[in-house]
């Protein structure tokens, strides 16, 4: 009897607070609209208030908000209390009963929960092991109500993350080769990624004893070689066709700037904009690709909306853990700005800008004890962005593409072969990380050049001004950053090998694409790209140019990797950039 009363009291409690909240408001959540006519305009709406006299018209002619309300229960019928809950506009918390109540954003889609870190992530299904944590909002319904259940032994002290740079697989058949000849054969993307990466991946996780989670950093699909709507569930189910469970976040490709695109992902992954938890990290996951008349704003940018939507989300978040941010566009770099963008100050990349919002954002992580990551992806090529901003040294982990230059060969455009990424993860520390290339060893995280070679027209010693006939052997260190130590041993003597960090291209990739790639211009690949950043080569020029050299890198979580120089390509067209040759 308390229990039906109680429920009829919650009942009429909603009710009442619905006709209050609906009486009090005076305008609709802020938006930023989808396009502009130019990014000065598109600055003026997101930035600039309304006149009261339109903001009041629009209340009249819309006054659409409700209520949604509901309940979060264990797998026993219990209330879970102090999780957050939103609908991508406003965030709360459930109540000691498990109780929750937002009201509802004019455009709102979703409800979510963000999934507890001693709880399971709820999935599509158990051959499609993607996240599925939310509900569609449907019109004139305004409960929802989730069931978690918990992990048995509660919150992971030590999970492994699989960070996927675009997998972006088109409707096309991209030029795919299985031997050193030029007879292409016809295969799809999807399975390409699937017979590849995926086949990659599950090795991997094999081999692991942890939970392993993973995140597509957006570019799940491109429609190039036409629309086709069974694509983003493709990529979804292969996706989450191993034990990990994963999550994504939209990029550019995704949605190009139409609705249907746009709707269609939201159709198979679910909001654009949430968070979750796993171990001691706060994961934020959000749509930072901002389209304008031309394209869309790089360095990434986030309406009005959104940074209240964040703001909220990390108010209600416990400051002790990491934060995790996960985006498509990178936020320390770009060319193609905001018209509040920033330059950045460095002669080695001219033209590029910071992101409007990034002193903002950074100083909502800067609350965090567990400190933070960005990641981000859209860029293939790999770089780890390292600046000086606002008295903060700033890293920016770019991931390489996992389709590398858009499936048109087996490496991206910087040369780092087609794979992703294995973070570990103990308490708010990254313990260790490595890039994997697929069907390499996970320990081969460089490539050796001979830097006089001709690649089809294009060679390191012209790209970068290095002497001509001394034998300089460059390396090519996937996942470098400042961290990084990378020595050359000759004859018994350790030299350190000196890191170019400019804007310009990898000779190797660029020959062979310029040769071999359809669905992209010479200028993508090249040095006329004025996006490209290079930072993870490396060269040392021999004292005799014929001695046999042992290179060594260490990355900054203690792990050694070794090459030698009778491994250098010499050759215009090496097996793993044309096809496959399993190790």
Known sequence: MTWITGAVLFAAALVISAFVINRSSKQKDPQTPPTAPSPQKQEAKDTLARPKKAIKKKVVAVNTDTIIAGTLTDEEGRPVRDVIVSDCYHCTRTDSLGRYRLRRGRLSKFVYYTVPNDCEVPVHSETDRTAAFYQRLAKGKSIYNFRLTHLPLGKEVRYDLIVFGDPQVTNAFNPYYTGPNDNRIQKSDVARFTDETMADVKRTIANMS???????????????GGYNPNLERQIREALGSSRMTVFSVIGNHDQDGKAVYRNKWEENWGPTDYSFDRGDEHYVCFNNVQFIHSGYFSPGELTNAQVKWLTEDLSLTDKEKKVIFCYHIPFTFGNSPNSKATPLPLESEKGHYSSSRLSTLLKLLDEFKGGYELFCGHTHF????????????????????????????NINICGTPNGYYVYSFSGTQVVNCYYKGTFWDRKRQMTLFKADTDFNGEQYTTDWDLPVDKGIIIANVFNADSRWKVTATEDGVTYPMKRISHQGQDAFSTGYHHRYSESV?????????????????????PKRKDAAITITATDGYGNTYTASSHEAVTQPFFNFAHYYKEE
């Not at 901003?389 to 590398?404: K, S, T």
């Not at 211009?521 to 006329?528: G, I, M, Q, T």
């Open 521 to 541: 211009s010479y200028r993508f690949v090249s040095k006329s790209n004025g996006y490209l950043i290079m930072n993870h080569l490396y060269y040392y020029e």
């Open 382 to 409: 790999a770089i780890n962005h390292e600046i000086e901003y606002e008295g903060r040294h700033l890293l920016e982990h770019c991931h390489a593409a996992a389709c590398g230059n858009i499936w048109q060969s």
């Open 210 to 224: 942890t939970p392993v989670y993973g995140i597509s950093m957006g570019d799940d699909v491109q429609y190039y």
